[in-house]
């Protein structure tokens, strides 16, 4: 079965998306505190976004950079414009 690359990039974002709401949800004990973070995630589709472990690395980072600059704790594709909130 042959899967399109919009599929990859869906599910790139998906795994994303899962690990920001993981970290989200979490309660970190900071000494004699509880405190709540939150994460920005960049995602980079191979083939598209790149052909080498640089090219995708830095795909990844600009898109992280963007959900930064739009609001942070989101999940950006370096393909797409915004991914989730």
């Known amino acids: ?5 919009g599929y990859r990039r869906g ?3 998906h795994v994303g998306e ?6 989200e949800h979490a309660k970190i004990q900071a000494y004699d505190a509880k405190v709540q973070v939150t994460v920005s995630v960049g995602v980079s589709t ?5 052909n080498s472990l ?3 690395l830095d795909k990844a980072d600009w898109a992280m950079y963007k ?7 989101r999940v950006y594709s370096s393909g797409s414009q915004r991914k989730n909130s």
Request: net charge positive; glycine share 10%; hydrophobic share 30%.
């Open 67 to 73: 959900a930064k600059k739009n609001g942070r704790n």
């Open 1 to 5: 079965m042959r899967r399109s690359p």
């Open 11 to 13: 599910r790139g974002s």
């Open 54 to 56: 640089t090219d995708l």
């Open 46 to 50: 191979f083939p598209q976004d790149g």
């Open 18 to 23: 899962r690990i920001r709401l993981a970290i």
